[in-house]
Structure formats: structure tokens, C-alpha cells
């Protein structure tokens, strides 16, 4: 099996096929399992037994403060540490071949009001193509590609030389504690692939986002005197207003060529506002949180100090905001741009992987959100790009799902992946 051709790939077509109801199972365990972002620990018992069955040498860990306080810039403050282990297993390859690390995170978010869904959000239906569920798109989806991948590897005899690591990683919604500590811990390879919902297009470039929490003030008064008070609510309006134009000149003069056909390509976001204590007083604060994106290219520290001085500028234009400044704390995790070139190996061979499994060419490209892939190419010093089935645009949505044909051809390309770049040999 000295080369990964058209008869091989149809080999693994055919593997990955026959494993198609063991995938589904596995994705519905994983889905009816709860896993929000701080409450893991339940969701990597059954990764664990997976990842065990398949003869992986398991690795389980925890994060811990010590370790994370040189980062919380990068992945946040955390409530707890406890019961979130990370876990990494490994298919030792027979030499010779290059490394892979597969990380796909098992946090999600919440499945907010109930009544907005149509399905039960760890049911893990299937209606037609789609298997709905709590992260079932973001992303267990992506963790049972990997493993389906090598199951069908397994099937057809193929020793790969390279090492294959498979990182299932906690805390990526806010920040991606699991995938820094992974890194921490040592876990290196000659690239890294991330299965976050693509629509089965290869990204090498992610956004930044970067969150502040902006503190407007104002003066208390009855409302019958309303004017006797100032609203933070109405001093915080030219703010928010100044913020759309700021997004409107980003989206007009940043240039990137993955990014130009996107129609907002840097979004910045009011996600969560509070002001006032009771309708019949003037509310003297407000509490807005604030999401702001980057591109490839941009670094964190100046754009921060832009967007401070464009919310220093609308507030030094009101008489009352002059004397009374807004407050910005920046908080969370502070979601870096990252990238890797088109033609970087890994790239190329995740190209031929997906033509072999398809036919055609992947969409290459930029996506305006950040993930975990910052943090491998940061702190991990190794390429890493995202590619997988589902869309994320029903991502953290009611009725989140993924198409059930789009698992199974990622699938097949990490299969196929996995031969060409690790180098496989039938056993035996």
C-alpha cells in the first residue's frame, strides 16, 4: 500500500460505509450525554470506553490554575477546574511516517429555552439525513469522524507508520482551556486537523474575537423628574451607534483574500445589555458585553487599543460622558486571528484526501470566528486547519444537527488522510 490512489480510496469508501450504523450510535450516546462548557466530565466516560475499545493508549488529565495563570488572557478566567478532564489517545505508528494530532472539543453550549426546539436537544432523532442534538454539528460529530476514520483503517489491515493522537478537549466555547493544557502537557505532531463544522470546506484562516464588558454611568431620578436624571441607557445609544460605524469602516478597508467576499468579515456584537432596576427610575448604569472580531493579520493588542479610543472618542462628544467616562474591562477568552498558507503541506494533502473521497476539490477557505486552532499553531508551534461535516450556522441554533452523508465523507477524507500523510501498510 506504498500509495494512497483512487482503488485504495474506494477500499476506504467501502470500510467507512459498512461502519455507518456504528457511527450513528456512537454520535446519538455522545449527544444524549449533557456536556456544557464546565460540566464534561460525564461526556468523556463514554469517549474514554470509545477510545479504549479501539486499543488507544488513553491518556486523562485535568487542567489546573497553576498551569493556565501564565494564559487566562488567552482562554479566560474558569469556575472550576474539577471533573473536566481532557483526554488524548494514541495509535502508535510502525516508524516512518509523520505525526497527526485529530482534536475535536466535547464542550457545548447551552440548549437555552426548551420550547424553541422541535426535537429534544440530547435526543439524538434522526429525520431524514440530519441527527439532531446538542452537538451533534459543534462537535461530536467531528470526534466520531476520527474515530469511524480509524476504525475503517482497522478494517481494511492498514498499519500507519506515523503516530495518530486523537485529543477530545474540554472549555472550547469559552476559550479552549482543554486544547492549551493539551498543548501544555506536551502533545506535538507534524500538524493538526480541527473537525469543527465546515460544510466539508478546509479553513486556514480563523478570526479573532476578542469580549469587554463596558460600564456606562448616569444619575438616578423618579421618573415622574426624569430629567432631573441621566440615562445610562440613552448615553450608552451613541456608543453602540458609534460601534455599527466602526464595524462598517472595518468591513470596507480591511482586505484579506479569504475574508473579501464575506459581507461582514470583522462583526462586532452587543450580546448582553443591563441597565435599570425599576421602570419608574431613571437607570444610572449600564452594563453593556461586547464582542469584537478580527481577521488574519490584525494583532490583538492595537486593535483593543482602537476600539477603546473609538468609545473614548464618542464619549469625550457628550458633555456628561466627558466628566464621567465609560469603564472597558476586557474579559474572557481573547480569541487570536490565526492561519496557516494554502499550500502548507497539510493543506495539500487534506485536498487530495477530500478529491479522492469526492471527486472534487474543497472550498478553501477564512471563517470569522475564533477556535482552537489558534492555540496549536500558537503554542503548539505546529500547522493546524479545520475541516469537517455540518454547518455552523446551526451551531449553538434550536434543532442543531448534521447531515449523516457529510459525516461519513469526512470520514472517508480522514481516512484517506491518515494513509497519506502517516504513510499506511497492509498488515500482515
Known amino acids: 500500500m506504498e500509495d494512497l490512489g483512487a482503488g485504495m480510496a474506494r477500499e476506504i469508501e467501502r470500510a467507512v460505509e459498512a461502519r ?10 455522545l449527544v444524549r450525554v449533557p456536556s456544557v462548557t464546565g460540566s464534561e466530565g460525564a461526556v468523556q466516560e463514554v469517549v474514554g470506553e470509545a477510545l479504549r475499545a479501539r486499543g488507544l493508549e488513553v491518556d486523562r488529565w485535568e487542567a489546573t490554575p497553576q498551569e493556565i495563570s501564565a494564559y487566562l488572557d ?11 478532564p481532557n483526554l488524548a489517545g494514541v495509535r502508535r505508528g510502525s516508524g516512518g511516517g509523520k505525526s497527526i494530532l485529530l482534536n475535536a472539543h466535547v464542550d457545548t453550549v447551552a440548549t437555552g429555552d426548551p420550547s424553541t426546539w422541535t426535537h429534544d436537544p440530547h435526543g439524538g432523532k434522526i429525520e431524514g439525513d440530519f441527527l439532531y442534538g446538542r452537538g451533534s454539528c459543534d462537535m461530536k460529530g467531528g470526534l466520531v469522524t476520527y474515530l469511524t476514520a480509524l476504525d475503517a483503517l482497522s478494517d481494511l489491515g492498514v498499519e500507519l507508520r506515523g503516530d495518530v493522537t486523537v485529543a477530545a478537549t474540554v472549555g472550547e466555547e469559552n476559550g479552549g482551556l482543554g486544547a492549551l ?18 460544510r466539508l470546506a478546509l479553513i486556514t484562516a480563523q478570526g479573532g474575537s476578542l469580549v469587554f464588558r463596558l460600564t456606562v454611568p448616569g444619575r438616578s431620578a423618579h421618573a415622574a423628574v426624569r430629567d432631573e436624571g441621566v440615562s ?15 464595524e462598517r469602516e472595518r468591513n470596507a478597508t480591511l482586505s484579506h483574500p479569504l475574508y473579501d467576499g464575506m459581507a461582514n468579515k470583522a462583526p462586532i456584537n452587543v450580546g448582553v445589555v443591563q441597565a435599570g432596576n425599576w421602570a419608574s427610575t431613571v437607570p444610572e448604569s449600564l452594563v453593556a458585553e461586547i464582542r469584537v472580531g478580527l481577521i488574519p493579520g490584525e494583532e490583538v493588542e492595537p486593535f483593543r487599543e482602537l476600539v477603546a479610543e473609538r468609545i473614548a472618542s464618542a464619549a469625550n462628544r457628550d458633555p456628561w460622558l466627558r466628566e464621567h467616562p465609560p469603564e472597558i474591562k476586557w474579559f474572557g477568552g481573547q480569541f487570536a486571528p490565526a492561519e496557516v498558507p494554502s499550500d502548507a503541506p497539510i493543506c495539500s494533502a487534506i ?4 478529491e479522492l473521497a469526492t471527486g472534487e476539490k474543497p472550498a478553501i477557505e477564512g471563517v470569522p470566528y475564533g477556535a482552537d486552532m489558534r492555540l496549536f499553531i500558537s503554542f503548539g508551534a505546529m500547522p493546524c486547519v479545520m475541516y469537517g461535516a455540518g454547518d455552523v450556522r446551526v451551531a449553538h441554533a434550536p434543532d442543531e444537527h448534521v447531515s449523516i452523508t457529510e459525516l461519513m465523507t469526512a470520514a472517508k477524507t480522514i481516512a484517506c488522510l491518515l494513509v497519506d500523510w502517516c504513510g499506511g501498510d497492509a498488515a500482515g
Do not use: M, N, W
Open 181 to 198: 493544557s493539551t498543548v501544555l502537557r506536551g502533545y506535538r505532531a507534524d500538524a493538526a486537523i480541527i473537525t469543527e463544522p465546515t
Open 232 to 246: 445610562a441607557l440613552e448615553k450608552f445609544v451613541p456608543i453602540f451607534e458609534d460601534l455599527r460605524e466602526l
Open 351 to 354: 485536498q487530495r484526501a477530500h
Open 20 to 29: 455507518r450504523k456504528g457511527a450513528i450510535g456512537l454520535l446519538q450516546e
Open 74 to 84: 488567552h482562554v479566560g478566567e474558569q469556575e472550576t477546574f474539577t471533573d473536566r
